[in-house]
């Protein structure tokens, strides 16, 4: 029966493995750019953020922490857009993933964004948010670039992003990687 309905719809069905292990590592590359982007940027706020313990992370070593991982997300997403060392990159990946895990989104549920369809206090918080929008500032152009959420930072795409690190550290990066080209140049492997 499985071979009548999927027989012949995918001959090579690595080659669907591989197209989802680029995906996977374009699509964390990019989420992980932007943030070391975000750090590196004004590097002196994010060193106060990870130190002050009132309204930061409060973590010891403020400076040598904010410095190790903007470069671990800066190298890691270089190394995941190109497929070099993509599994022993994806472990350093994982433990910043678990540090950001902790301190900034555990606990505050499973949701990046409040879902206002199940919580009525949240849907009363953003409609009042958004009658204040209204009357006092140019609605229209406040959200014409998206509308209003709220942010209720949970664990959500943390999880998500450790999981398919994770992935990437069992499989390996896939056909379309250095790595796989520079196994193939080194053991006079086929394709």
Do not use: C
């Not at 029966?1 to 591989?18: E, K, R, S, W």
């Not at 472990?91 to 301190?103: C, D, R």
């Amino acid at each position: 029966m499985t071979h009548f309905l999927f027989g012949n719809l995918a001959p090579d069905t690595n080659i669907v493995q591989d197209i989802a292990l680029l995906g996977m590592r374009l699509i964390l590359a990019y989420v992980f750019y932007h943030t070391a982007m975000e750090k590196w940027s004004d590097m002196d706020a994010t060193i106060n953020w990870f130190g002050n313990k009132e309204w930061g992370l409060g973590m010891p070593f403020p400076a040598l922490n904010a410095y190790m991982a903007a470069t671990t997300e800066l190298v890691g997403a270089i190394l995941l857009v190109i497929g070099l060392g993509s599994r022993t990159i994806s472990l350093p990946l994982i433990f910043v993933m678990i540090i950001a895990l902790v301190t900034v989104h555990m606990g505050n549920g499973w949701l990046a964004i409040g879902d206002s369809m199940h919580d009525p206090e949240i849907a009363d918080r953003l409609s009042k948010a958004k009658d204040i929008l209204k009357a006092h500032g140019d609605y229209a152009w406040l959200t014409a670039k998206g509308g209003f959420v709220i942010l209720q930072n949970g664990v959500e795409f943390v999880i998500m992003y450790m999981v398919m690190l994770l992935a990437i550290v069992g499989t390996g990066p896939g056909r379309f990687s250095l790595d796989r080209l520079l196994h193939r140049v080194k053991t006079g492997a086929p394709k």
